[in-house]
């Protein structure tokens, strides 16, 4: 089993800056793409930014040139900088991470959320 931990979040004004991070424990080989995911209220979940071993980044639209994701593979943990926020950020935001088990099976695994409120 893995878990995913993560910490950070919290209350901002529209403008200012957050940091979330994720680490992950547990029967662990290898995490390819690990990031983060967001659902607001009424709405899907969607991507926000997911890095892979490699350091190979895709972004949500919504968040270029604002967010910045950076991964420690020795560490398995992953950090979401956000800065430049707005109202419309305020979602809950999931960790993700596709692990390779030791016994090379691949599988998704969520975080179970944070709360990202950005006050206008």
């Known amino acids: 089993q893995v878990q995913l931990v993560e910490s950070g979040g919290g209350l901002v004004q529209a403008g200012g800056s957050l940091r979330v991070s994720c680490a992950a424990s547990?029967?662990?080989?290898?995490?390819?793409?690990m990031g983060w995911y967001r659902q607001a209220p009424g709405k899907q979940r969607e991507l926000v930014a997911l890095?892979?071993?490699?350091?190979?980044?895709k972004n949500g639209d919504s968040v270029k040139g604002r967010f910045t994701i950076s991964r420690d593979n020795g560490k398995n943990t992953v950090l979401l900088e956000m800065n430049s926020l707005k109202p419309e950020d305020t979602a809950v935001y999931y960790c993700?991470?596709?692990?390779?088990?030791?016994?090379?099976?691949?599988?998704?695994?969520w975080g179970q959320g944070t709360q990202v409120t950005v006050s206008s």
């Open positions: 547990g029967s662990i080989f290898r995490i390819n793409d």
């Open positions: 993700y991470a596709a692990v390779v088990s030791h016994e090379f099976t691949l599988y998704g695994y």
């Open positions: 890095i892979s071993t490699g350091g190979t980044i």
